[in-house]
């Protein structure tokens, strides 16, 4: 390097970090080409949790790979099973009810709050302060517990189903989801009291791994780390889906594009995201949760076991399934990381021809090498937790 | 913009005296311990998982699969292999034949019916595919054995009662003991005493 003491240059090293160390967030590789303990080159390696999800969607029927989704971002895989159903809904052109648009929008929004807090709990971890992640684990806790009581799993949920979702909310949910969204804003201001006044943190984030707004559009970054450089870019509210217009929420945005900045905007998303859940517990319509289309919907069981024309449709659609018209969608989401889109080419047969998947992990993932060149080396781990990828969403 | 972000960087660049004092006293720093101070006095939430405590799940949760009889305690199960249909993984082997009763068709019943656990991932979908409503995900999640053949669960098994009653509305933290077999280690609940974690 140039600019430093010409006796103190020594040879460039090469580091492998990962993919087994603790603080790369999964199983990532990531190759550090180094001068001394400043970055030259960060090069992330990637595949090694490589399942082929894309090519398995190509086996399957349309509604059995839902619970693959979850399978991707799994720190949020309510919003995968949303991202995924609803390009499939467009392709077939289903309207879902109200009702279910509700249960679609708070179970997203609960997903959010939950993969925010793992990230910037595990971020604390990375850089030292312990005890934020038992404090967000506490919350993700009830999170997951809400999940359980809704759809039966803690990690892997496969909620959503084409046209709707799997089940009506359980009596009770309504008041502990209510219970939740009120002790939540406190235990924010908790996290806040820890970290972000706190003099370690700041130098540990502050003018780290700054990327301006311009390179973050160029990078194709999304979500909080899209607007941190402070981009106001937000799908939900740029381009509104599911009944996300009727809500009133900031998007949250940062200035200098630093790793203190996506932080800042994470906390502040998990506020906005209590504040929408608030108001769809308030707003939620009483009515059916799915669409009433018997081509490609499975009616309700008490039909199944009633009624004959819903019988035959029930085993007409499990054992073929159904036919989209020939045609090609994409719909996308904006998930708690970033723009999570579905590119599905149909053929006309029961199965898709092609699935792909616009992972925001795995686009943010290549603004690293943008963000720790000549920095640190402790620095990288701070920018690796402020990109918060997830690899099996990376790898697919 | 959004002014909800920029507070926090203005005050930082422009040290004020306030700001500086704050500083010096390392009030940042205390302000964090005075909250970890506090839950010093608070419920504690962690569960003595196996040891003492156990937790039972909601009702609607997905663990091994149980089938169903009616009220009369014949099965429900009738052979039709939708859930076989339905697996994405192919874990699920149904093999229908019919009753003794000579009814024919009418008493189409599973003669073999066995789930693969190694391949299983508990999504749920052969439960909603099941027209019968034989078919349930059940609260055990206690999977973990010494063989693979283990893994393997038939029909035999599954219609068994279930221990956890299905009214239970579950959710709670109840009082367990821990068994260890040779085959496997079990945490046996007792539902008398329970508690809630938030
Ligand atoms: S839960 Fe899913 S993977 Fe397991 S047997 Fe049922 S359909 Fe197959
Ligand atoms: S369990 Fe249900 S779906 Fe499976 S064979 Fe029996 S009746 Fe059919």
């Not at chain 1, 992990?361 to 943008?370: A, C, P, R, T």
């Not at chain 2, 005050?11 to 311990?33: A, T, Y």
Request: charged share 25%.
């Amino acid at each position: 390097m140039e600019n430093g003491n010409r006796d103190l240059i020594t040879r460039e090293v090469t580091l492998n970090m990962g993919p087994q160390h603790p603080s790369t967030h999964g199983v990532m590789h990531l190759i550090l080409h180094m001068q001394g303990e400043k970055i030259v080159k960060a090069e992330p390696d990637i595949g090694f949790l490589h399942r082929g999800m894309e090519k398995i969607a190509e086996n399957l029927l349309y509604s059995q790979f839902v619970p693959y989704t979850d399978r991707l971002d799994y720190l949020s895989s309510m919003t995968n099973n949303l991202g995924y159903v609803m390009a499939v809904e467009k392709l077939l052109n289903i309207e879902v009810p109200e009702r279910g648009k509700y249960i679609r929008v708070i179970t997203s929004e609960l997903s959010r709050i939950s993969s925010h807090l793992l990230a910037v709990g595990a971020w604390g971890l990375d850089l030292g302060a312990i005890t934020i992640v038992l404090y967000a684990f506490r919350e993700r806790e009830m999170i997951l517990d809400l999940f359980e009581m809704l759809c039966g799993a803690r990690l892997t949920y496969n909620y959503m189903k084409i046209g709707g979702v799997r089940g009506d909310l359980p009596p009770g949910f309504i008041e502990k989801c209510k219970e939740f969204v009120n002790i939540f804003p406190k235990r924010v201001d908790e996290y806040e009291g820890l970290l972000t006044g706190n003099r370690i943190w700041l130098r540990r984030n502050k003018g780290i791994g700054v990327v301006t707004a311009e390179d973050a559009i160029n990078l194709g970054l999304t979500g909080p780390s899209l607007r941190g450089s402070g981009v106001n870019w937000d799908i939900r509210k740029d381009e509104p889906y599911l009944v996300y217009d009727r809500f009133d929420f900031k998007v949250a945005t940062g200035e200098n594009g630093d790793c203190f900045d996506r932080y800042i905007v994470r906390v502040e998303e998990m506020r906005q995201a209590a504040r929408i859940i608030e108001q769809a517990l308030q707003q939620i319509p009483d009515g059916p949760v799915n669409a009433d289309v018997p081509e490609f919907v499975l009616p309700p069981k008490e039909d199944v076991m009633t009624k004959m024309e819903s019988l035959i449709h029930h085993f007409k659609l499990i054992s073929h399934g159904f036919k989209p018209p020939k045609g090609e969608v994409y719909s996308s989401i904006e998930a708690p990381k970033g723009e999570l889109g579905f590119y599905i080419i149909s053929d006309g047969s029961e199965r898709p021809f092609r699935v792909k998947i616009r992972a925001p992990s795995f686009v943010n993932l290549q603004g690293i090498d943008h963000m720790s060149k000549g920095a640190y080396f402790a620095d990288v781990v701070a920018v690796i937790s402020s990109l918060d990828p997830v690899f099996g969403e990376v790898d697919k | 913009m959004n002014e909800l972000s920029t507070d926090n960087h203005k005050n930082s660049s422009s040290l004020s005296i306030k700001d500086l004092l704050k500083k010096v006293f390392f009030i940042d720093l205390i302000q964090g311990l005075f909250i970890t101070f506090n839950y010093t006095f608070t419920k504690t939430i962690t569960e003595r998982y196996p040891d003492d405590e156990k937790w039972i799940p909601y009702k609607r949760f997905r663990g091994l699969h149980t089938l169903n009889r009616n009220k009369e305690g014949k099965e429900l199960c009738v052979g039709c292999e939708l859930c076989q249909k339905s697996c994405p993984t192919q874990c699920i082997t149904v093999i229908p034949m019919e009753d003794k009763t000579g009814k024919g068709i009418a008493d189409r019943i599973a003669y073999r019916w066995e789930i693969n656990l190694l391949r299983c991932m508990f999504c749920g979908l052969c439960e909603d595919a099941c027209p019968t409503e034989a078919l349930k995900l059940g609260r055990e999640y206690e999977l973990a054995s010494f063989s693979m053949q283990r893994q393997i669960r038939s029909k035999e098994e599954l219609i068994k009662p279930q221990p956890i009653p299905v009214e239970f509305e579950g959710g709670v933290i109840v009082r367990a003991t821990l068994e260890k077999g040779d085959k496997e280690i079990k945490v046996k609940p007792d539902l008398s005493v329970q508690k809630r974690w938030w």
